[in-house]
């Protein structure tokens, strides 16, 4: 069974920063790539950020700077370190699995910043 679950979602001030994880199981999580997505109400989901199996990102012009994507393959996890967060960083934020055969998407996590 395909597992996909993010965590690390909150609620920040302008300026500070969070770090969500992603954690897949069901996988052979080292053959696939992995993304961050982000939707906020009423508007498409968009990428953030991806890494490939060999470690190479890219970025959403966005995120470019003030955000790290990064994956430990000894813990099945792909985190995002967001920092200098933004007002039009909320989103609801989802992390993708690229397995081969198939995507697989988590539930989601919520971030929300104020200002």
């Known amino acids: 069974q395909v597992q996909v679950v993010e965590s690390g979602g909150g609620l920040v001030q302008a300026g500070g920063s969070l770090r969500l994880s992603c954690a897949a199981s069901?996988?052979?999580?080292?053959?696939?790539?992995m993304g961050w997505y982000r939707q906020a109400p009423g508007k498409e989901r968009e990428l953030v950020a991806t890494?490939?199996?060999?470690?190479?990102?890219t970025y959403a012009v966005s995120a470019k700077g003030r955000f790290t994507i990064s994956r430990d393959n000894a813990q099945n996890t792909v985190d995002l370190q967001m920092d200098s967060l933004k007002r039009e960083d909320t989103a609801a934020y989802y992390c993708r699995v690229w397995a081969g055969r198939g995507d697989y998407w988590g539930q989601g996590t919520q971030v929300t910043v104020s200002s």
């Open positions: 890494i490939s199996t060999t470690g190479s990102t």
């Open positions: 069901g996988i052979i999580f080292s053959n696939c790539a």
